[in-house]
Nanobody
Framework: QLPLVESGGGLVQPGGSLRLSCAASGLTLKDYAIGWFRQAPGKQREGIALISASGRVTDYIDSVKGRFTVSRDNANNMVYLQMNMLKSEDTAVYYC??????????????????WGQGTQVTVSS
């Protein structure tokens, strides 16, 4: 069983919203920095949003700033990615990942210790 499980993906029209969830099992999530990544067909996996272990610090890549919001509920071992004003170019498989070093991690794939299986997000009319 993977320690992280994403959910909430689906098909949405351009301009719509989705909220992705990342549930941890067997990990005490408050000890981990979390990153959200996505991978579109034929492209490399890219980091899009970061949240520190405490939840006080976040960071985003420019293409999602102002549209996506990452948050976490450490008491319930959950992390979320609220995605608004979705565009067709947001279509991808979305992953959450945990970095055991805590603090705020990076957008680099190699920084993370644990990954979920991914959830598909398709933005299309």
């Amino acid at each position: 069983q993977l320690p992280l499980v994403e959910s909430g993906g689906g098909l949405v029209q351009p301009g719509g919203s989705l909220r992705l969830s990342c549930a941890a099992s067997g990990l005490t999530l408050k000890d981990y920095a979390i990153g959200w990544f996505r991978q579109a067909p034929g492209k490399q996996r890219e980091g899009i949003a970061l949240i520190s272990a405490s939840g006080r610090v976040t960071d985003y890549i420019d293409s999602v700033k102002g549209r996506f919001t990452v948050s976490r509920d450490n008491a319930n071992n959950m992390v979320y990615l609220q995605m608004n004003m979705l565009k067709s170019e947001d279509t991808a498989v979305y992953y959450c990942a945990a970095d055991s070093r805590g603090g705020l991690s990076t957008f680099e794939v190699n920084a993370y210790d644990y990954w979920g299986q991914g959830t598909q997000v398709t933005v299309s009319s």
